[in-house]
């Protein structure tokens, strides 16, 4: 930990003054949300922006509201408490509010904000370290670096940082849609397309472009889903493995929308192939869940770069993938 | 004989004299000191494991404006220091050993300032062959990182072994005939584990504020377990005598044996003679994680002979702990050596301890001391000989726990030995064996002994004009209660209430010599010689009283603040009456003292070489019975409950009893489950409380607590420790617990899900 880093403070009170400013202060502004994420990294000396825009004074972007034409519409700035206690919330989407639920600790969902765990920056044993810790062996390919140090064999030329943010995976399950905006206007994208799988710029925020809220459509009420989380302590740690299933039942069990999506296990959350092929249409049973479970398995590229045993981490994914099933098939009866 | 229902003041509630003060956050800490001119200091640390330094340029830096010093070895006194072995100077010189370790300081006028000027200090390396593991660290043609490690200066007795190769210090003990026990044994057990580095992880970091007083003075604002031990380095590293400098240490946040060392101190000071200016050095968490100090990772192999009935005849132990690049206090080997035959009578033994060097940050103190990675292997053992014998592994325990009157195997005849007690007590609380536990749950148990006391301290009472107390003890109070404890034996042995006893801690200047507080010493050793100075006042208060009645001392009682005749109980007079009279008052103010070292006896040659001590004063003993949760298909490990029986002679303070066990297991299961410190090529992989995970509150169980009445005849009012044998039971109980319940045995620590799913056959071969 160093002494935080000089800066400029900014608090601008609407999107058309944030969006100016990101236009010209470019890639020397980070944006400032529940600042959990932001102030340690910058006390770490991963960040040095000339420019801290907070958010905070931005109206709407505090917006959590539901309706039956729109579905629920979650700004950037809502807090995870809030989220985690949003009644209307818990009652239409309790994946999300359970998934929301996991991240860090009472005390950090207080201040974090759902714009920040969706831009959570990948994290891995090489990146998150001091700069003098960095400077004792050759940088990696996320800080400059030829290779990513934590790549099989060390040398892959693409960043395998992992991306552990809880809530993505349960809003990627429910198709949550996200906004962008920037100076030259606003567009909006599917959330699984947001991320890009390159841990070195794990997102698709170009520059200049906040990121101002998600919209979870209204067609999405009336799914079952699950959150699984794996961390080693019972609290505080990210996700080492999680796994969240979305999954909608018609007449007699059968299955009639499948999406299951993984974190933790990759730098970017994995939409798992071939699950809605596999159960659409279908009632769940044993081989056919287990079948499921392989996928997710295969689909988990999980690198030593954080806690747990790659190959464990695997099995969970496995495992959770198939509890996560069990759980739901159960509700469904 | 326990006398606890007689006491006024021991064995009762009485509220922590600091609780109002940290839970209001006016406790003040050595991070909380800011001094005018005061200036900040840095320190530039090694990148390399193992190198040559060519050359230190510090010029550029000098220069920096706003630089008021920068110091290397070449500017120190080329003095070393360490508990047993003096093998580090301030500064690295000629050589770095370690990445992390310290090469110069700066000190500046803020501390961005200090940091900049570090990344103009320019450094030269020679790159060496460095070496990270113990094992290969002693084998022939290793690279060495001591070359003239015979040459250093020791205080303990050498083995041959001893200072030699990588090997600094190293202990033997022997008993009996080993090869005849093997051969009287129907089974042998032979076994190895290892154990990771564990951090202490006390939430505030190493801090000093120096300065240089207005006498000329050193003067010395610190967080730290021995304050006394602090003063007598410092002089010795800088030249100074021991009056010119004064320690004042303020109220720690946690030390755990971690802050029974000194870090920055001497850099400070040393900053702060050359500056005439104030100086702070706070370390970081990061370089809290790579250049303070860790439990010693090791390996123990262990051989067992036994008995078909289960008696347990030879035991043939080799602990090899890596100190990491310096051996600040590889004392924590020697304890080791002791707790490694378990609370058990074996008859023959022998066991090897050696503390070896390694590239990598330094093994120090923790709490436990040794004995947490020893009891691992020894308990782990003890129920894998249960499991293949078919006998119940309490019943085990039972038939070969030591009990009073018998000898360890290092030849010291034990007094006060409730082991059996506390494994009896807590079979009954767990259930064991009754069926009573939950279907999903299982129970594992662990017991184990430490040595408890010794080494010199002193206290001094003062009796005060208006009949209260001022008690001044060398020793620390590292937030385990030690000032609360210390005021009530004070307060029992004078017959006043606990809140006229004033104690004052630390302070060089107005405490006497204390070693430290370490080994379960505080409320044992500290508290016997604060009760002595206590019998001591109370014999002048008596003699005081006698004459006021014109009676003689026999006929005095004393009680509630109070002096009365015993033939005439009406006849009373208070203390501040007794006390009072100021300037005339017969035969002067009243001082109570006492100086002791309950450590006098030397070990048998015969028996133990090298020892780091003489005998202890008593030994500890805790049985703990887990109750866990496994899930068999993620091998995730939960503890819901635990059952903690401990004997620690008389319960002092019933409260801070239960706070230091809480702290206790709740190491003991960050040991056994989450933690360890990661290396890659001699760097730390994790240096965060984020990555090294000790347990939270969430992680904790439900505890159990309770005690074997006993009364330590050498402790005060009977009473003896209990701060490192609460931790030492938890990894070996948790390990036993996971293999009844799943049939896997993880001999290395932490327990991880990973290593049980192995176990069990369910990852994948290509995956792993």
């Known amino acids: ?333 | 004989m326990n006398k606890l229902n007689e006491y006024a003041v021991i064995g009762k509630k009485t509220t922590k004299t600091d609780a109002v003060a940290k839970v209001t956050g006016g406790a003040r800490f050595a991070t909380d000191i800011y001094l005018p001119n005061m200036l900040w200091a840095k320190v530039l640390r090694s990148p390399v494991p193992h190198a040559r330094i060519l050359r230190i340029d510090t010029e550029k830096a000098k220069k920096l404006d706003g630089v008021k010093a920068v110091l290397t070895a070449a500017d120190v006194p080329e003095a070393r220091y360490g508990a047993l072995v003096l093998d580090m100077g301030m500064f690295a010189r000629g050589k770095v050993r370690y990445i992390g370790e310290a090469v110069a300081a700066v000190a500046a006028v803020n501390e961005e300032i200090a940091l900049a000027a570090l990344k103009l200090i320019e450094v030269a390396y020679e790159p060496l062959p460095a070496v990270f593991d113990p094992l290969e660290a002693i084998k022939p043609g290793a690279p060495i990182l001591h070359e003239d490690l015979k040459s250093y200066k020791t205080l303990f007795e050498r083995t041959d072994k001893a200072m030699t190769g990588n090997v600094n210090y190293q202990a033997e003990i022997t008993s009996g005939d080993l090869e005849a026990g093997f051969a009287q044994s129907d089974y042998i057990f032979e076994d190895s584990y290892e154990v990771p580095k564990q951090h202490p992880s006390y939430m505030e970091p190493n801090s000093t504020v120096a300065l240089v007083d207005s006498d000329g003075r050193l003067v010395i604002h610190n967080t730290t377990q021995r304050p006394h031990i602090n003063q007598a380095i410092l002089s010795s590293l800088l030249g100074i005598p021991i009056a010119k400098i004064r320690v004042v240490p303020c109220h720690v946040g946690g030390g755990f044996g971690g802050k029974n060392r000194t870090l920055t101190e001497p850099t400070a000071a040393a900053l702060a003679l050359k500056t005439r200016q104030p100086v702070r050095l706070t370390f970081s968490h990061e370089e809290e994680f790579t250049s303070a100090t860790t439990r010693h990772s090791g390996v123990m192999v262990m051989k067992t002979g036994v008995k078909k009935d289960g008696t347990l005849v030879a035991s043939d132990v080799k602990l090899y702990y890596d100190c990491g690049a310096y051996a600040p206090t590889p004392n924590a080997v020697w304890l080791g050596a002791i707790s490694s035959s378990g609370a058990y009578r074996i008859p023959h033994c022998r066991v090897e301890a050696y503390s070896i060097y390694t590239n990598k940050m330094m093994g120090g103190a923790f709490r436990g001391y040794g004995a947490p990675q020893s009891n691992f292997a020894r308990e782990s053992q003890m129920d894998r000989i249960a499991r293949e014998l078919k006998i119940d592994p309490i019943e085990l325990r039972l038939k070969n726990c030591l009990v009073e009157g018998d000898s360890l195997h290092t030849g010291q005849k034990l007094h006060s030995v409730k082991v059996k007690e506390t494994l009896l007590k807590a079979r009954e609380l767990s259930g064991w064996g009754k069926g009573r536990v939950p279907a999903n749950r299982t129970l594992g148990v662990a017991c184990g002994i430490f040595a408890c006391g010794g080494f010199a301290t002193s206290g001094i009472v003062r009796l005060n004009m208006d009949g209260t107390a001022t008690v001044a003890t060398g020793a620390m109070d590292m937030g385990q209660g030690l000032r609360t404890v210390m005021g009530q034996i004070a307060a029992e042995e004078l017959g006043m209430a606990a809140e006229d006893v004033t104690v004052i801690i630390g302070d060089t200047d107005s405490t006497p010599f204390d070693v430290g507080i370490f080994g379960d010493r505080g409320t044992h050793t500290a508290g016997m010689a604060v009760q002595m100075a206590a019998q001591d006042a109370r014999k002048q208060l008596v003699e005081q009283a006698a004459f006021a009645f014109k009676t003689t001392p026999n006929n005095i009682v004393l009680g509630g603040g109070k002096a009365r005749l015993a033939s005439d109980p009406d006849k009373v007079l208070d203390y501040k009456d007794l006390l009072g009279g100021g300037q005339y008052k017969k035969g002067g103010p009243i001082i109570g003292k006492a100086s002791i070292n309950l450590t006098e006896t030397a070990f048998d040659p015969a028996i133990v070489r090298g020892a780091a001590s003489r005998m202890f004063s008593t030994y500890t003993f805790a049985t703990h019975i887990v109750e866990i949760e496994v899930d068999p298909k993620t091998g995730v490990v939960r503890v819901p409950k635990t059952y903690a029986v401990h004997d620690c002679g008389t319960v002092v303070n019933p409260d801070g009893l239960r706070g230091q066990i809480i702290g206790g297991l709740a190491t003991g299961l960050g040991y056994a489950l989450y933690e360890g410190v990661a290396f890659e090529n001699g760097q730390v992989q994790n240096p965060s409380f984020l990555e090294c995970r000790p347990p939270t509150a969430v992680d904790m169980p439900e505890i159990v607590f309770d005690t074997v009445e006993e009364f330590d005849e050498k402790g005060p009012f009977g009473a003896k420790g209990v701060g490192n044998v609460s931790v030492i039971n938890m990894a070996p109980a948790i390990a036993n617990a996971v293999e009844t319940a799943t049939g896997v045995r993880v001999t290395s620590l932490p327990i991880t899900p990973g290593k049980i799913v192995q176990g069990l056959g369910q990852l994948a071969k290509e995956e792993a």
């Open chain 1, 1 to 333: 930990m160093i002494p935080l880093p000089k800066f400029r403070y900014v608090e601008p009170t609407t999107l058309a003054e944030a969006a100016a400013i990101l236009a010209a202060e470019g890639e020397d502004c980070q944006i400032l949300g529940g600042g959990t994420d932001l102030v340690p990294s910058m006390r770490q000396g991963i960040f040095a922006p000339k420019t801290v825009l907070s958010l905070q004074a931005i109206d709407g972007l505090g917006r959590l509201e539901w309706s039956e034409s729109d579905g629920l519409s979650i700004g950037a700035g809502v807090t995870l408490r809030r989220l985690e206690t949003d009644a209307t919330l818990r009652k239409l989407f309790p994946m999300l509010a359970q998934a929301v639920s996991e991240v860090a600790s009472p005390s950090i969902r207080h201040m974090a904000t759902l714009g920040g765990n969706l831009c959570l920056d990948t994290r891995c044993y090489y990146y998150n370290q001091s700069e003098d810790w960095k400077a004792c062996s050759d940088l990696c390919l996320k800080v400059g670096g030829e290779f990513c140090k934590a790549s099989p064999g060390g040398k892959a030329k693409k960043c395998f940082a992992v991306f552990s943010a809880d809530v993505v995976p349960a809003l990627i399950a429910l198709k949550a849609q996200v906004t962008l905006v920037a100076k030259e206007g606003e567009r909006t994208l599917d959330l699984a397309a947001f991320y890009s799988g390159d841990g070195a710029r794990p997102n698709a925020l170009k520059p200049g472009e906040i990121l101002t809220g998600v919209v979870v459509p209204a067609d999405r009420v009336g799914i079952k889903g699950s959150y699984l989380k794996y961390r080693i302590r019972q609290t505080i740690d990210y996700p080492i493995a999680g796994v969240a299933l979305a999954l909608r039942f018609g007449a007699s069990g059968v299955v009639s929308e499948a999406r299951l999506v993984l974190g933790g296990v990759a730098s970017k959350p994995v939409l798992v192939k071939g699950i809605a092929e596999l159960l659409e249409g279908q009632t769940l049973d044993r081989a056919r869940i287990e079948r499921a479970a392989q996928l997710a398995r295969k689909a988990a590229i999980p690198q030593a770069n954080t806690a747990g045993q790659r190959a464990h981490r695997k099995q969970m994914i496995h495992e959770f993938t198939t509890r996560a099933f069990e759980d739901l098939a159960r509700e469904a009866r």
